[in-house]
Each structure stands twice: as C-alpha cells, then as structure tokens.
C-alpha cells in the first residue's frame, strides 16, 4: 500500500510477539508507517469514524471468534461514514488456523455488525461503514 499510495498513513497492528522484531525493518521499507504496535485485536483502543480503510488480511482465522467479533466491532466503529474494510480470512487446514469460515459466514456476521458487503475479489471480502 505504501508504495501504491504516496499520501497514505498507516496504523499497523499485529498479536503475535514476535512481530517487534520487524519493527525497524517495515518503517525504513514504509515510511508511511505512523505507528507500529503489538495488541489484543479484542480490546484495540481506536478513535471512532477515524479511518478510511482497515485492511486484515490472513489475521482472523488465528483468533478465536469471540475475538474477532469484538474486533469487528471495534473496526466498524473506527472507520469513517462510507470507509471500507477489506478482508481475508485463510481457508487452508492448518494448526494455527483455529477459525476457519467460509466467505459467506464472514459476510453474514460482518452485515450482522452493520457493515454492508460491496463485493468479493478473489476471496478478498469488501464491505462499507
């Protein structure tokens, strides 16, 4: 995203420890990093109607879906009227993947949390404050 949008800041979020180890390394590669932070996605302190787009990419099928659900929640209230979040869940049977849904469970409990579903690309689920 950094090198497509030259103007754009990002907020990036992570819940694996381990991640702070690549801290330094992705804000020299991404200048446009603002703040790079290790949180439970459950309990993320984010300013409401905030954000234009939050992106969580092959994330949530390592949560449990009551985490998932109070993060959705949280991101749905941080974007902005009409921002879009952009979503993909991996489908593959792996040890760490202990949330598995198919794309048309994760757009019913997205519509069910307010969010309206725009279009799937390529398992990528969009949807809109």
């Given amino acids: 995203l950094g ?3 030259n103007n754009i800041i990002i907020d990036a979020f992570d819940f694996n420890e381990n991640c702070k180890n690549l801290f330094s390394v992705l804000k020299e ?17 984010l ?9 969580a990419l092959d994330f949530y ?3 449990p879906k009551n985490i998932m659900l109070d993060s959705l929640k949280i991101n749905f209230n941080a974007l ?5 979040m952009y979503l993909y869940l991996g489908k593959t049977i ?23 579903f725009i279009e799937n690309i390529d398992e990528l689920l969009i949807f809109e404050k």
């Fill in 3 to 5: 090198q497509k949008y």
């Fill in 29 to 45: 590669l991404i200048p446009q990093i603002r703040n790079i932070s290790i949180d439970d996605a459950s309990k993320i302190n």
């Fill in 47 to 55: 300013i409401n109607d905030h954000y234009d787009s939050i992106t």
């Fill in 61 to 63: 099928e390592h949560v």
């Fill in 80 to 84: 902005k009227q009409k921002g879009r």
């Fill in 94 to 116: 792996q040890e760490e993947h202990i949330n598995i849904l198919e794309d048309k469970q994760t757009i019913d409990i997205c519509t069910s949390l307010g969010f309206k």
